[in-house]
């Protein structure tokens, strides 16, 4: 008898497993988009990198770049505010900045660690603020002066 009870536990165990398992790939089947700056030649070597993983491992995240006026009306926002900040739609919530490089991670194999790492509390902090007070607006000017010089 106890040996049927056992059995049932690890049929029932599988099972749990295989549940699991499947919710994780219905997430992963979910669209992800990536709203970047192609101009830039920083944001552009990175998401190039991404999109490369991203091809490797056959994931469904789209990349768009905000020079692309049809799919930047898509996202609904400005390319102003598309230039400043990196942006992520997952289940059609955009999220930018580090939060939106988080998601992104997460989604790409050899980013998860990374992830992990950004999402730990004072590390998560830090980020954010280096990113929204000194990277972001850093790149966004460097934008702005290669637009005025007619290099973009």
């Known amino acids: 008898?106890?040996?049927?009870?056992?059995?049932l536990t690890e049929i029932s165990?599988?099972?749990?497993?295989?549940?699991?398992?499947r919710a994780y790939l219905s997430n992963m089947t979910e669209?992800?988009?990536v709203l970047f700056n192609g101009?830039?030649?920083?944001?552009s070597r990175e998401v190039n990198q991404y999109a490369r993983m991203s091809?490797?491992?056959?994931?469904?995240?789209?990349?768009?770049?905000?020079?692309?006026?049809?799919?930047l009306a898509d996202w609904g926002i400005t390319a102003e505010?598309?230039?400043?900040?990196f942006h992520v739609r997952k289940d059609g919530q955009?999220?930018?900045?580090?939060?939106?490089f988080i998601l992104l991670w997460q989604e790409i194999p050899q980013m998860r660690w990374l992830a992990k790492i950004i999402n730990l509390p004072v590390i998560h902090w830090a980020a954010c603020t280096v990113y929204d007070y000194i990277l972001g607006p850093m790149?966004?000017?460097?934008h702005m002066s290669r637009q005025k010089r007619g290099l973009s």
């Open 1 to 7: 008898m106890a040996s049927c009870r056992g059995g």
């Open 13 to 21: 165990r599988a099972r749990g497993v295989l549940n699991a398992h």
């Open 31 to 33: 669209k992800t988009e």
């Open 39 to 43: 101009e830039c030649p920083i944001c």
């Open 55 to 71: 091809e490797k491992h056959a994931l469904p995240i789209r990349y768009d770049d905000l020079s692309d006026a049809a799919r």
């Open 81 to 85: 505010d598309a230039a400043r900040r």
């Open 94 to 100: 955009v999220t930018s900045g580090i939060p939106a």
């Open 139 to 142: 790149l966004y000017r460097f």
